[in-house]
């Protein structure tokens, strides 16, 4: 009797110890179906002043290596009917040659008229079942293109269902305020996971750091965008948008509020015509680390700060466990690579170097110390069709705090 209850004590703690592993095992193969999914979140075509068709674009996004994409247009989303001329140069209409040889004479609707040509451009609900796919996803999205007093004032919206018109104000700050309130609000009201991004605030220094310091409910913006004209650098009298970065979350840290995530982006509009003079695709974009790929899931884990940005430089992984940065890079061959760890100390609310290696792998302790802490991994690679003539191909990720609230 003895002996059969010690034979089912052990065989009931060894089943428990099966059933753990199980468990265990299961966990560990729902992480494994997180994957890095590349995207970009602000692009131009025909239905604004892009310089292509959707079809084109997308087709081109798809077919280098891309996983979602989101035609961003300017006050208006591809839905109705609208007819376009294409623009009358050898250029644009061997453009539209390519369109027609690409898709099909069944597929383009279009006329002459006067001698021009009149193009239908295909909606939105048209075009996307000819591209999503597993590998594939079609976003909706606008450019919310506003201002005042001549400062341009424009806010991506990622996601959104209904068209929203720009809303105005009386000042730059309340025109950016009731833009993103305006977004927030659809999604309050739809229950569609969406979110605003404030584009590009150095274009025509249209948005000032103190605009952007004082804003509420915005987690996103451009730190990088593919556009000739934004300023990426700065000037003599005004920051670039990386410094922008840390100094927005420098006064968000101080009063708690959730820290600003970077992204990269083309912008694109330009697509026959290349060079740094022109706004092209391929310059930047967010690798998204989520378990699969829907707009709620890329949504979900941007919020999370889940991605980083890049004009090229890949990552095979970067994680913050238990107060530990980890980076380690996607190394190419004949590449060198440098991880600068860039933080700022509650002590010392100025960004600065807190360690640089040179190599592939970096790990850094964050701290209670550290209002934040965030990496730019550089590249000896010289971009190729960069912004700036001399680019070199670079990462951003995500700041990070130990700090309750503020990640």
Same mark, same amino acid.
């Given at each position: 009797?003895?002996?059969?209850?010690?034979?089912?004590?052990?065989?009931?703690?060894?089943?428990?110890?099966?059933?753990?592993?199980?468990?265990? *095992?299961?966990?560990?193969?729902?992480?494994?179906?997180?994957?890095?999914?590349?995207?970009?979140?602000?692009?131009?075509?025909?239905?604004?002043?892009?310089?292509?068709?959707?079809?084109?674009?997308?087709? =081109?996004?798809?077919?280098?290596?891309?996983?979602?994409?989101?035609? $961003?247009?300017? !006050?208006?989303?591809?839905? +109705?009917?609208?007819?376009?001329?294409?623009?009358? $140069?050898?250029?644009?209409?061997?453009?539209?040659?390519?369109?027609?040889?690409?898709?099909?004479? @069944?597929?383009?609707?279009?006329?002459?008229? $006067?001698?021009?040509?009149?193009?239908?451009?295909?909606?939105?609900?048209?075009?996307?079942?000819?591209?999503?796919?597993?590998?594939?996803?079609?976003?909706? *999205?606008?450019?919310? &293109?506003?201002?005042?007093?001549?400062?341009?004032?424009?806010?991506?919206?990622?996601?959104?269902?209904?068209?929203?018109?720009?809303?105005?104000?009386?000042?730059?700050?309340?025109?950016?305020?009731?833009?993103?309130?305006?977004?927030?609000?659809?999604?309050?009201?739809?229950?569609?996971?969406?979110?605003?991004? /404030?584009?590009?605030?150095?274009?025509?220094?249209?948005? $000032?750091?103190?605009?952007?310091?004082?804003?509420?409910?915005?987690?996103?913006?451009?730190?990088? !965008?593919?556009?000739?004209?934004?300023?990426?650098?700065?000037?003599?009298?005004?920051?670039?948008?990386?410094?922008? =970065?840390?100094?927005?979350?420098?006064?968000?840290? !101080?009063?708690?509020?959730?820290?600003?995530?970077?992204?990269?982006?083309?912008? *694109?509009?330009?697509?026959?015509?290349?060079?740094?003079?022109?706004?092209?695709?391929?310059?930047? =974009?967010?690798?998204?680390?989520?378990?699969?790929?829907?707009?709620? *899931?890329?949504?979900?884990?941007?919020?999370?700060?889940?991605?980083?940005?890049?004009? +090229?430089?890949?990552?095979?992984?970067?994680?913050?466990? @238990? #107060?530990?940065?980890?980076?380690?890079?996607?190394?190419?061959?004949?590449?060198?690579?440098? /991880?600068?760890?860039?933080?700022?100390?509650?002590?010392?609310?100025?960004?600065?170097?807190?360690?640089?290696?040179?190599?592939?792998?970096?790990?850094?302790?964050?701290?209670?110390?550290?209002?934040?802490?965030?990496?730019?991994?550089?590249?000896?690679?010289?971009? @190729?069709?960069?912004?700036?003539?001399?680019?070199?191909?670079?990462?951003? &990720?995500?700041?990070?705090?130990?700090?309750? #609230?503020?990640?």
């Amino acid at each position: 009797m003895i002996i059969r209850n010690f034979t089912y004590a052990r065989l009931f703690f060894v089943g428990l110890g099966l059933l753990a592993s199980v468990l265990i *095992s299961c966990e560990r193969g729902k992480k494994d179906t997180r994957r890095w999914y590349k995207g970009n979140l602000h692009t131009h075509s025909y239905w604004s002043d892009g310089d292509e068709f959707p079809e084109m674009i997308m087709d =081109w996004y798809k077919s280098h290596g891309y996983n979602f994409l989101a035609l $961003s247009d300017h !006050n208006i989303l591809a839905e +109705g009917e609208k007819w376009v001329k294409v623009p009358n $140069s050898r250029m644009y209409e061997e453009g539209f040659q390519q369109y027609v040889q690409r898709f099909g004479e @069944e597929w383009v609707t279009h006329r002459m008229d $006067s001698g021009r040509i009149l193009v239908r451009l295909k909606t939105l609900e048209e075009y996307r079942p000819l591209f999503e796919d597993e590998s594939f996803l079609v976003i909706p *999205s606008e450019e919310l &293109t506003d201002g005042y007093d001549g400062r341009p004032v424009h806010v991506n919206a990622t996601n959104i269902k209904h068209h929203i018109p720009p809303q105005g104000g009386g000042s730059v700050l309340e025109v950016l305020q009731r833009n993103v309130d305006a977004v927030l609000r659809q999604r309050e009201e739809t229950g569609v996971p969406m979110f605003p991004h /404030i584009n590009h605030p150095n274009f025509f220094y249209g948005v $000032s750091l103190r605009d952007m310091i004082e804003l509420r409910g915005e987690r996103f913006f451009e730190v990088y !965008n593919g556009h000739p004209l934004v300023n990426n650098y700065g000037d003599s009298l005004r920051p670039g948008t990386e410094t922008m =970065w840390d100094l927005i979350n420098i006064a968000y840290s !101080n009063r708690n509020q959730p820290l600003m995530y970077g992204l990269a982006t083309d912008d *694109s509009h330009n697509y026959h015509q290349f060079g740094t003079a022109y706004a092209n695709a391929g310059r930047g =974009w967010v690798m998204v680390r989520a378990d699969s790929l829907t707009p709620a *899931s890329i949504i979900r884990a941007m919020e999370a700060g889940d991605f980083y940005a890049t004009t +090229g430089v890949l990552l095979d992984d970067v994680s913050f466990d @238990e #107060g530990m940065l980890h980076i380690r890079v996607k190394e190419e061959p004949g590449v060198k690579y440098e /991880i600068r760890i860039i933080g700022v100390a509650a002590s010392q609310p100025e960004p600065r170097e807190l360690e640089v290696v040179e190599g592939t792998e970096a790990h850094f302790k964050v701290t209670d110390e550290y209002l934040f802490v965030r990496a730019k991994v550089v590249s000896d690679r010289v971009k @190729e069709n960069p912004f700036k003539e001399g680019d070199v191909e670079v990462a951003w &990720t995500q700041p990070v705090s130990t700090i309750t #609230g503020r990640q």
